[in-house]
């Protein structure tokens, strides 16, 4: 067999001790696909002292990062620190010494991709990403690979476990946001500053780089529009099954229109998602992702989106796709982003006013006679028609409540009607409102 390939690993964390692991416990298994050994020769290390769950015999620690990067003696490199900067600092640095690397990096892949993927395309070298989405689940491969042949029309995800822990708990036990968030925080699903994954961001950076290789568009993180899950109440969770539905965290991009005229929706936010479709049944910290295209129809990718151990398998596998075209121009490889790169273009994105679908509405009203009637003469007036309704009695001196879900429309009427509803004198505010979607 012949001489071993060296990989330098930035960052010893969770991720790049699963690694270390990953490469030595499978070795003989990820050689025989390879064709030579694929061994961790050099890795960074902030605190050299600091006990770590992985083997580092023969392994030789730098302090600084920077170092490997520019001057280690390795064929391949894995960024796994995270963040902005130094990562892309760090990467672009390789990169310019023509060495292939493998990150798991979603922002900055999503916000600085574009600069990233020229720097490799100018030396040659590649940058593989599969383990910036969705963790373990191979998704990217499967959408920028398996599906090349398709045109595809929509994606779907379930794509941060910290939510989806959540709400799966404020489902299943009625617990509030706040008790279940610190639930995550105490099992180590969610950080001490959840802001990142509670508001959005997190599935943003994943859904800019799903929609980027579906669509063939360059990476636009800033054209998100994102809302987190922290208005979601267990109150909306209970209302929403009574409809027959469960509420999600979702990352959806979709093309709109048709024609001149087509453009791409990209959004994240808590969705009705109808409880007999696949979506509905992720549960806990899994992902799902679930994409169509025109060819092959739906197809959908379930299993642990993060972790130490299944971000690594990822990372390896891209560690082995490389390691099989090593001495190769990248140039003619699989573009990162599926289309070649000169035919990676902008798509008009549909401002969220004009994103059609269903709605639901939560208000709290007085419990007075007329209520519902006056409620839905105003959606009337805005050709609105209501597919589902319920009014739940108050209790003591509580307003009451009336949810509903309308029929699919855009959201610049919903909001019209909605303004005209809080005018309404019993009409005490709008406590909930989240898109539904039925994925027909």
């Not at 003989?28 to 061994?39: C, T």
């Amino acid at each position: 067999m012949s001489a071993a390939i060296k990989v330098g690993v930035i960052g010893l964390g969770t991720v790049g001790q699963g690694v270390v692991r990953l490469l030595k416990n499978n070795a003989d298994e990820i050689a025989r696909r390879v064709g030579r050994p694929l061994v961790v020769t050099h890795a960074s290390v902030r605190d050299a002292g600091k006990a770590r769950d992985c083997d580092l015999s023969g392994i030789t620690t730098l302090a600084d990062a920077m170092q490997l990067a520019r001057e280690a003696d390795v064929d391949l490199l894995v960024e796994t620190v995270g963040g902005i900067s130094p990562a892309r600092e760090l990467i672009l640095a390789a990169l310019a010494r023509g060495k292939s690397v493998v990150t798991a990096n979603k922002a900055l892949i999503a916000e600085d991709g574009n600069r990233v993927f020229a720097a490799a395309r100018a030396s040659g070298a590649s940058v593989a990403f599969e383990a910036a989405v969705a963790g373990g689940i191979p998704v990217i491969k499967a959408v920028r690979e398996g599906l090349a042949g398709n045109r595809v029309e929509r994606l779907a995800g379930i794509i941060n476990g910290t939510c989806n822990y959540i709400l799966t708990q404020m489902q299943e036990n009625g617990t509030a946001f706040d008790d279940a968030l610190r639930d995550a925080q105490r099992l180590g699903y969610a950080e001490a500053d959840p802001t990142f994954d509670i508001e959005g961001m997190d599935s943003a950076h994943k859904l800019a780089i799903l929609a980027s290789i579906a669509f063939g568009t360059p990476l636009d993180y800033g054209s998100v529009a994102v809302e987190g899950i922290t208005r979601v109440t267990p109150q909306d969770i209970q209302i929403a099954q009574v409809f027959g539905y469960r509420i999600k965290l979702l990352g959806i991009a979709k093309r709109s229109g048709k024609g001149s005229e087509q453009g791409i929706e990209l959004r994240v936010h808590p969705t009705l998602v109808p409880d007999n479709t696949l979506l509905a049944k992720v549960d806990g910290v899994l992902n799902s992702v679930v994409v169509r295209g025109d060819a092959v129809g739906e197809v959908g990718f379930y299993g642990r989106g993060a972790g130490g151990d299944a971000t690594a398998s990822a990372v390896v596998a891209d560690l082995i796709d490389l390691a099989r075209g090593l001495g190769a121009d990248a140039r003619h490889a699989v573009p990162a982003l599926a289309f070649q790169p000169d035919a990676v273009r902008a798509l008009p994105i549909v401002p969220s006013a004009e994103v059609a679908s269903a709605f639901y509405l939560r208000l709290k009203v007085a419990d007075e006679p007329g209520v519902l009637s006056k409620l839905t003469a105003i959606l009337a007036s805005h050709d609105i028609s209501v597919e589902a309704i319920l009014q739940r009695e108050p209790r003591g001196h509580e307003d009451a409540n009336v949810a509903l879900i309308t029929s699919v429309i855009p959201q610049h009427r919903f909001d019209h009607a909605v303004n005209e509803m809080r005018a309404l004198p019993f009409v005490r505010e709008d406590a909930a409102r989240f898109r539904v979607e039925k994925f027909d």
